[in-house]
């Protein structure tokens, strides 16, 4: 087995986003292949590492980045737990990883959850042509690059000119192998809790919602998509799902008549995906693939996406399970989740043999140098 260390600069664990959740499946998964140690912050609980060390060295505060004493500390870490690779999630720690590859010869993978740049431009970030040489760089300067869609890595191939052989595809992964068989079950069980009657049709957006991508599909589906739902004469609710939803919103008690329900930050996501018919998916901004779609899919619902929201998905994979609607086209977007609320179609078997975690970890571990 290969020893590994990841370097994760944010607490992932527990996690309640989906860049968290893919640290912490992907490191999960890969211990399973390979020795695995990672380096984080202090933040994190480490009772939910179960199959690999974590360890506290990063500081909690913005200064990790620029922190010169993790030279020195980690090329001891690296000499003394004799490890061979390097995975550095994201590229904020170019500079380090510089320093540690020639100190120490470790190989050097970077895994980028989205080209970073590109993102910040997406939010308005006055600094993303800064980012953008930074991480160009230290893709050049990695032995290997993980990649989460294959649009990301045409882009650095083609615009970075990064060799073929460096890039490995690593999308985000799902938890089933195949289609769930327990959704009505789920489906009920929603219906009771929230006091609805049969016919009613789950319609279902979830994410870490003081994120700006992710706030302003909320308000879209608030202000656009809901109106013209409501004009329909389908019998819905919206059911609206994550943490850190802004208190000027007051946890949605105003949409509460307009076919809207806050659940809040749950535990349960899996059964909420399972339970619903169209997963709303109105997302205009922001880098990588969306993840809660590639979840939403797994679990059986119907996504209705915008198209810059679709990014990173292979439609041909997703088949019916994956609709798509152009850009600010809300009057389409509330058509194809009319036409499609009560298809039951079940997701394709490609797709799981495409996602699951355990084939994922199991191909990325074989071309880790």
């Known amino acids: 087995m290969k020893k590994i260390l990841v370097i994760a600069p944010y ?3 527990p996690f309640d986003s989906g860049g968290q959740k893919f640290i912490a499946r992907f490191v999960e998964h890969l211990a399973n292949t390979q020795e695995v140690s990672v380096i984080s912050v202090p933040e994190n609980d480490n009772s939910l590492a179960r199959n690999y060390s974590l360890f506290p060295l990063l500081k909690s505060g913005r200064s990790r980045y620029v922190d010169i004493s993790l030279t020195g500390r980690l090329t001891e870490f690296i000499r003394a737990h004799g490890i061979e690779t390097v995975i550095w999630e994201h590229p904020y ?3 380090l990883a510089r320093k540690l590859r020639r100190k120490t010869g470790v190989a050097t993978v970077v895994h980028t959850h989205n080209i970073e740049y590109q993102r910040f431009r997406s939010l308005g970030k006055w600094w993303w042509r800064i980012l953008r040489s930074y991480e160009r ?9 993980l990649f989460i869609t294959s649009g990301d ?5 083609s615009a970075w000119d990064i060799p073929p052989e460096k890039c490995i595809d690593l999308p985000f992964g799902i938890d089933i192998s195949s289609y769930p068989s327990d959704r009505h079950d789920c489906r009920r069980q929603l219906l009771e809790r929230f006091d609805l009657s049969a016919e009613t049709r789950l319609l279902f957006f979830n994410g870490l919602l003081n994120y700006k991508p992710n706030l302003d599909a909320l308000q879209t589906i608030l202000n656009r998509i809901n109106p013209l739902l409501a004009g329909s004469g389908l019998p819905y609710r919206i059911l609206v799902a994550g943490s850190k939803l802004p208190a000027e919103y007051n946890e949605l008690r105003a949409w509460n008549q307009k076919n809207v329900i806050y659940a809040g930050f749950t535990t349960e996501i899996d059964r909420y995906y399972k339970a619903s018919d169209i997963f709303l998916n109105p997302v205009q901004s922001g880098g990588g693939i969306k993840t809660k779609l590639v979840e939403a899919i797994a679990y059986g619902c119907t996504a209705v996406s915008s198209r810059t929201g679709a990014a990173g998905l292979d439609p041909a994979i997703c088949g019916e399970k994956l609709v798509i609607t152009k850009d600010d086209d809300w009057e389409e977007f509330a058509a194809r989740v009319i036409e499609n ?3 039951e179609i079940p997701t394709p078997s490609a797709y799981y043999q ?12 074989n071309q880790l140098p």
């Open 11 to 13: 607490k992932y664990l």
């Open 93 to 95: 720690y170019y500079w």
């Open 137 to 145: 760089n230290f893709f050049r300067m990695a032995d290997a690059i």
């Open 153 to 157: 890595r045409e882009f650095a191939v």
């Open 341 to 343: 609320v009560e298809k």
């Open 354 to 365: 495409h996602y699951y975690w355990p084939f994922l970890a199991g191909r990325v571990s």
